[in-house]
């Protein structure tokens, strides 16, 4: 008797919690759910991005003082660089007409007779 009794709670007990695991999971797949769930994911991605390039930027500062002391960018000038003057610009402006030189360019023209192939 008792033994019966045991395994029907046992029965009842594992109905119980499947049912509750099962209700449970679908309360999970409703489309407000997983909309749900996607705009969590988008924002801890959109935090973990701009930590990145927080860390990025931070680095390339670093780096860029780094680079400076190691080239003496950051030093003072010498009293002698002082008078010097800048150098002239190595490129051109990009859109002043005056100082490119215009040259025009044709295309050549290939008479492709397709049957010359056969």
């Known amino acids: ?26 309360k999970q797949l409703t489309p407000e759910s997983l909309a749900a ?9 959109g935090h973990r991005l701009k930590d990145f390039a927080l860390d990025v930027r931070a680095g390339m500062v670093q780096r860029e003082v780094e680079l400076g002391e190691a080239l003496g960018l ?3 000038p010498a009293d002698d660089d002082r008078d010097r003057e800048l150098p002239s ?10 100082e490119r030189p215009h040259t025009t360019y044709s295309i050549p023209t290939i008479s492709y ?3 010359e192939d056969h």
């Open 1 to 26: 008797m008792f033994r019966r009794t045991f395994w029907f709670t046992a029965g009842a007990a594992a109905g119980v919690w499947a049912t509750a695991k099962v209700n449970r999971k679908l």
């Open 37 to 45: 769930q996607a705009a969590n994911k988008a924002v801890e991605t």
């Open 74 to 76: 950051d030093a003072p």
């Open 89 to 98: 610009p190595r490129r051109r402006a990009a859109l002043d007409p005056t």
């Open 113 to 115: 007779n397709r049957n």
